[in-house]
Structures are given as C-alpha cells and as structure tokens.
C-alpha cells in the first residue's frame, strides 16, 4: 500500500546556523509512525542536515540535479554528489525550476531517467498555470507533463517516484486549490497511471498535493482519497507549522 508523505521545500532559505535550528526543533516534536517525512534543504546544508537526522527516520532531499554524470557544467550537481553524501531523494520539475530556469518536460525526462538510473528516488512535480486552469486545460496540460517526462518509464520503476501535483497559481500565493479541485485533479492522475500502466502500480504510487498547504487547511486537503500527502513550501521553514501538517492526517 502506499505511503502517506510530508515533504518540505525549503528552496533558497536557511543558512547553517537556521538549518540546526529548523532540523533540531524538527527532531524535537513527535511524529505518527505511519508518516513518512522529508526535508529538502539547500545543496550547501544537505551533508549537515543528513548528519543531524542521522538517528531519525526523517528523509533529506535535494532539491534539484543535472541529468549529466559529470563534466562542464558549471555550478551544477550531479546525482553521483549527491548520493556521496547519503542523499539518495531528489525532487524534479519545480514550478519555479521550470519558470525560472526554463526546465521543460523534456529536460525533465532525461534528469528523471539519470536520476533513476543512479539509483535515486524522484518527486516530480507538476500542474497547470492559472490560464491553463481558466481555460479549462488543466487536465490535459498535467497528461501532457506526466506523459513527456515519465510513461516511457518501465513499471518497475515507479516504486523510486513520488508523483506531487501542484497548481503553479497556489504555490506561494496563498490560494489552495480546494479540496474537491484537488482530489479530483489526484483521481485523474491515478486513472492515467492506471491506463498506462495497471492498477496495482497505480494503487502503490504516492501522490502529493502541494500549494500553499497550511496547517489551518492541510486535515481537509488529506482527506482526499486520492491525495497521499503533501509538498509544503512556506510552511515548512517553521518547525511548529511543519509538524502540524504532518500531524494533519
Ligand atoms: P508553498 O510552496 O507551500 O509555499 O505554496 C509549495 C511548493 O513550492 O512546493
């Protein structure tokens, strides 16, 4: 069956001395057993951060990768780097990835598939832009993104992805979509993953919401049969806010 999953973006925030802080206070509110948790703090803190939940069960994530092995790419990082120092998660395809340094689907297939080759587990996110969703496209617009970047993939695979729908016009904006939009969204997800693959696979991948997820919002957005968990962003820098999500299921 598959898991229910808390996982949290930190994007470019906290320095060292704020990572500690964030990961010690992190450590120090309990957590239901059956959630898994995830932090992805920023590439120059991951070797500290795995460190630190070196005696939890907290996952830690990049939040990004190049899809190459090595060689001239200045100022990137390779899965091989990150799996260096124990970092074995990576999520891919950031709204903010792919508006602001113009990563597209296809640039997303290669880096799943070196992610994947390397052994490591991906959370791919995805979603419409608000006059994809007005103009009533969302639908096809997240077909489109899941088909290009990860349906050539074979079945076997699925159990290294972590699927995270988020509308781009919820993320950092203070609008959720409702939790009726997103079970609806999660429920065409799950039928796609059925149609192109099978039901058993699509049964075992876990599908997160993520969008402005609060604490005040997160119990009804899991309700969602079909949503399995979350992608926090803002409300992942405070320990205290974090955590009552994660205890939201
Ligand atoms: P938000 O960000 O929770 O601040 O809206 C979500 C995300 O970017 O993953």
């Not at 994007?11 to 057993?33: A, D, G, H, R």
């Not at 074979?154 to 203070?174: D, F, R």
Request: glycine share 8%.
């Amino acid at each position: 069956m598959r898991e229910k999953i808390v996982a949290g973006n930190w994007k470019m925030n906290c320095n060292e001395s704020e990572t500690i802080e964030l990961l010690n206070n992190l450590k120090s509110i309990e957590k239901p057993k059956a959630i898994r948790v995830i932090v992805a703090p920023a590439f120059t803190q991951l070797a500290k951060s795995k460190e630190l939940l070196n005696d939890t069960s907290l996952t830690v994530a990049a939040q990004n990768m190049n899809g190459a092995i090595s060689g001239a790419y200045t100022g990137e990082i390779s899965a091989d780097m990150l799996k260096g120092i124990g970092v074995t998660t990576v999520i891919l395809g950031h709204s903010e990835r792919r508006s602001l340094f113009q990563e597209t689907d296809e640039i997303l297939a290669e880096k799943v598939k070196a992610a994947l080759k390397a052994g490591m587990e991906v959370i791919f996110c995805f979603g419409e832009k608000l006059e994809q969703r007005k103009l009533n496209t969302h639908f096809e617009v997240v077909a489109r993104q899941l088909k290009v970047a990860l349906f050539d993939l074979p079945g076997s695979i699925w159990k290294n992805i972590i699927l995270a729908y988020e509308p781009v016009w919820a993320i950092g904006t203070g609008e959720t979509a409702s939790p009726e939009q997103a079970q609806e969204m999660h429920s065409y997800i799950r039928s796609l993953l059925v149609s192109n693959y099978d039901k058993a696979i699509a049964d075992d991948v876990a599908i997160l919401y993520g969008g402005s997820v609060k604490p005040n919002n997160a119990k009804e957005i899991f309700l969602g049969l079909d949503v399995d968990g979350g992608l926090i962003g803002g409300a992942s820098l405070k320990a205290n806010d974090f955590m009552a999500i994660v205890n939201a299921f």
